[in-house]
């Protein structure tokens, strides 16, 4: 069912018609809030974005630029399984993958690229990979970029260790955290 | 007869039939991993295990023969059950490599455990058994034991299909693994059927490898050009890049298909590919090289020859005739190929290893020319002055060219494929590119279809020669591949 919401459109009376004292109420209104603000400039509630930031509330923190995690040897927690390209809505993920010619995990991201000018920040590659290798906790929003190179990510730009790391889950962790044993390294 | 009966339906089928396949003529599908059409029935994966009235215990349904008045139930909550439970053993030490493994999203038990099972491991993955990964065996295989459900399938393709056998299962019980004889390596010309039939990710294909998730392929019907057998294939591709060939199983010609067939599609893609005209070592644009090419022939517009292909689809090979014909009206042609054909290996490879002699014979019967030998005798003896070739058909005329002097005017698709002496190469687009026919040593006419587009500037064969016999003089008004067949 659609709702319907009736509109009283009351016509104007004179007053209102010939216009003169509504324009004066208006000013009115602006130079209240211009006099205040320049008298209490603390009761603003403007951010100067970017040099001021508010904090986000708990969801929002979840859904900010992109990062990769790494593995206390220093290498990409990612894999190169392309689940996050696949659940990705806006195409904007590319991945090519490698081979480790000694790691047990075999497989890791020759080039993990995000394209962030069409990335809708859907949170999507998260929720899809299975290494908790990406994340969007860098509380960065992106946006404002002179060109559209500069929205670009390559796999350098994205791995990132934030405190809390390194984790410990995904499911090629059980053959990484042997193969750092084994070279001493945990 | 017996009539058998599975979920209600009835069937009558030849004696000696198992109750899988009655199952499958009813459109019933009963999950299998050890199971292979082509193979022998080893029975020891026990997916397929379905309920027979009177029968005390659940039957294997594939090593069941089906007897009169045989009643089977394959979706009972004691069928269920027990494919729950067969998934569950086999899943206890698979490790958690989906991520990383190959075979995801076209493997076995990714599949039924969706279809039939859905249950939670009761096994914490520090209790898995351990076993060899990443193990090259042969010029074209991956082994990971840990992967392995031992099914067997690639022991039994070893020793029934390629009658090699290489490969055993070693140990017993807990212990066992998948292992080559000692001493033996895996290098069949058949080996990566194995990747294909294996039905975990335990055999993956080294030249697949990592390239490309299987989920993102485009598949195209297509036909393996490698020898005279012809056999179907499948070519899995995307974006335009081509990411292997399968066999495309069927009941003429093929069920398997050999290495050097699926590495086909390597030629096509490689950096020698020709975008350009070669005058003698020289690259040019394809405009001057026609031209030049088409200035020498008319300096000898009589002593010029045509020689077809067996290596060029029917399409291309008419083109060439009709040049010859109708362009250059000359006599010099030859459509005439009549290698030794036939199974070499008692599986699939031909003795003859160009795909469409037949073809070019199709082309003879009805433009008639030359038989190869009266033209290569007369290539031989200098009368022929110049000669428009294929690059692989000029190869079989390298002495007679060598004695005769003939200029060489050759159609290639790789730089190495241009024979020494050439003294014009023009490219053409391969048959991944271009759709052609091609008739196989049983008689069968096959068509490939384009998968990838062709570099800018490459154009089919049949383009190519229709813009020859435009700067030579004649125009043959080619502007399709059917033109081509016409008054053919």
Not at chain 2, 85 to 91: A, H, P
Not at chain 2, 135 to 147: A, Q, T
Request: glycine share 6%; proline share 6%.
């Amino acid at each position: 069912m659609i709702s319907v919401k009736k509109v009283d459109n009351r016509p104007l009376n004179f007053l209102e018609r010939i216009y003169l004292p509504e324009i004066v109420r208006g000013l009115l209104v602006t130079s209240r809030h211009f006099f205040v603000n320049l008298f209490n400039p603390k009761g603003m509630p403007t951010v100067q974005y970017p040099e001021q930031k508010l904090p986000l509330p708990h969801a929002a923190k979840e859904r900010t630029r992109h990062r990769l995690k790494l593995r206390a040897d220093g290498t990409p927690k990612c894999v190169a399984c392309f689940m996050c390209q696949t659940a990705c809505p806006a195409y904007c993920i590319r991945i090519e993958a490698a081979e480790y010619p000694d790691n047990p995990v075999e497989k890791s991201p020759a080039v993990f690229d995000i394209d962030l000018s069409r990335c809708v920040m859907c949170g999507m590659c998260v929720e899809a990979c299975p290494e908790d290798a990406i994340a969007m906790d860098t509380l960065e929003i992106p946006g404002g970029a002179l060109s559209r190179a500069q929205l670009k990510l390559t796999k350098e730009d994205l791995l990132m260790t934030l405190p809390g790391d390194p984790s410990d889950k995904g499911a090629a962790n059980r053959l990484a955290n042997e193969h750092m044993k084994s070279r001493g390294e945990a | 007869m017996p009539k058998i009966t599975i979920d209600g339906k009835t069937l009558e089928v030849a004696k000696g039939t198992t109750v899988l396949t009655a199952a499958q003529q009813l459109g019933v599908h009963i999950p299998r991993y050890c199971y292979h059409p082509k193979l022998s029935i080893s029975g020891n994966c026990r997916m397929c295990l379905v309920e027979v009235e009177k029968a005390p215990k659940l039957m294997t349904a594939c090593s069941t023969e089906a007897a009169d008045g045989m009643v089977v139930h394959t979706a009972t909550d004691k069928v269920k059950a027990a494919r729950r439970d067969v998934l569950e053993f086999l899943l206890i030490n698979h490790p958690l490599d989906c991520p990383i493994c190959d075979q995801a999203g076209e493997c076995g038990l990714q599949d039924y455990y969706m279809d039939y099972s859905r249950a939670k491991s009761r096994f914490a993955q520090a209790d898995k058994v351990r076993r060899e990964k990443r193990r090259v065996m042969g010029p074209h295989l991956v082994l990971d034991n840990e992967r392995c459900i031992l099914c067997t399938r690639c022991v039994r393709f070893c020793s029934e299909v390629t009658k090699t056998s290489e490969l055993e299962v070693m140990e017993r019980a807990d212990h066992s693994f998948i292992d080559a004889k000692e001493g033996r390596a895996l290098d069949n010309d058949y080996s990566l059927n194995i990747a294909d039939i294996c039905p975990v990710g335990a055999w993956t294909s080294r030249d697949f490898r990592f390239k490309q998730r299987v989920w993102f392929l485009k598949k195209t019907p297509g036909v393996c050009l490698g020898c005279a057998t012809g056999c179907l294939t499948e070519i899995h591709h995307n974006e335009g890049v081509i990411y292997r060939i399968m066999p495309r199983p069927n009941a003429d010609t093929n069920t398997w298909l050999c290495d050097p067939g699926r590495m086909a599609y390597k030629a096509a893609q490689a950096g020698d590919r020709l975008k350009k005209g070669v005058i003698k070592n020289g690259l040019i644009d394809l405009e001057p090289a026609l031209r030049e090419a088409a200035s020498r022939i008319d300096e000898h517009h009589e002593a010029a020859a045509v020689l077809g292909s067996p290596w060029l689809s029917v399409e291309d090979n008419a083109a060439l005739a009709r040049f010859a014909k109708d362009g250059l009206k000359t006599k010099n042609y030859s459509f005439d190929f009549d290698p030794e054909q036939g199974i070499k290996d008692g599986i699939l490879i031909n003795k003859d290893p160009a795909p469409n002699a037949a073809g070019a014979r199709k082309v003879k019967a009805a433009a008639g020319g030359l038989s190869f030998k009266e033209l290569s005798a007369k290539v031989a003896s200098g009368e022929i002055k110049v000669l428009v070739a294929e690059a692989r058909a000029a190869g079989l005329l390298k002495e007679e060219l060598k004695a005769g002097g003939a200029r060489l005017i050759v159609f290639a698709m790789n730089r190495s494929e241009i024979p020494a002496g050439a003294y014009a190469t023009l490219p053409y687009a391969s048959y991944f590119e271009t759709p052609g026919t091609f008739i196989n040593f049983q008689g069968l006419e096959r068509r490939t279809e384009p998968t990838a587009a062709a570099a800018e500037g490459v154009k089919p064969l049949w383009a190519v020669i229709g813009k020859l016999s435009a700067y030579s003089g004649g125009s043959l008004r080619l502007e399709s591949a059917q033109d081509a067949l016409k008054g053919i």
